[in-house]
Nanobody
Framework: QVQLVESGGGLVQAGESLRLSCAAS????????MGWFRQAPGKDREFVAA????????YYAGSVKGRFTISRDNAKNTLYLQMNSLKPEDTAVYYC?????????????WGQGTQVTVSS
């Protein structure tokens, strides 16, 4: 059974940092695309960042580019999201996602989410 478990969320003040982790189990995702999405109250889930098998191929939403960094440790089957210079508009539930292939637009597995709250 595949599981993605996020951790690292919390309450911070604007300008501070958080690092989210997503531990995968049940299969290896070393050859798959992985990504982070978020959903704020009353809004649709939106793309945040994605990473292909090669850690040098990363993609970001415009709203987080330059502040967030996605990375992966294939040996640990773990995905990360370093979030710096957080803003109140970054407040959302953050979800980890993994695909079955290197396609960054298709995700087959999702975590349960971790809450990130940024106060002004």
């Amino acid at each position: 059974q595949v599981q993605l478990v996020e951790s690292g969320g919390g309450l911070v003040q604007a300008g501070e940092s958080l690092r989210l982790s997503c531990a995968a189990s049940g299969r290896t995702f070393s050859n798959s695309a992985m990504g982070w999405f978020r959903q704020a109250p009353g809004k649709d889930r939106e793309f945040v960042a994605a990473i292909r098998r090669s850690a040098s191929m990363t993609y970001y939403a415009g709203s987080v580019k330059g502040r967030f960094t996605i990375s992966r440790d294939n040996a640990k089957n773990t995905l990360y999201l370093q979030m710096n210079s957080l803003k109140p508009e970054d407040t959302a539930v953050y979800y980890c996602a993994a695909g079955a292939t290197s396609d960054i637009y298709t995700y087959n597995y999702w975590g349960q989410g971790t809450q990130v709250t940024v106060s002004s």
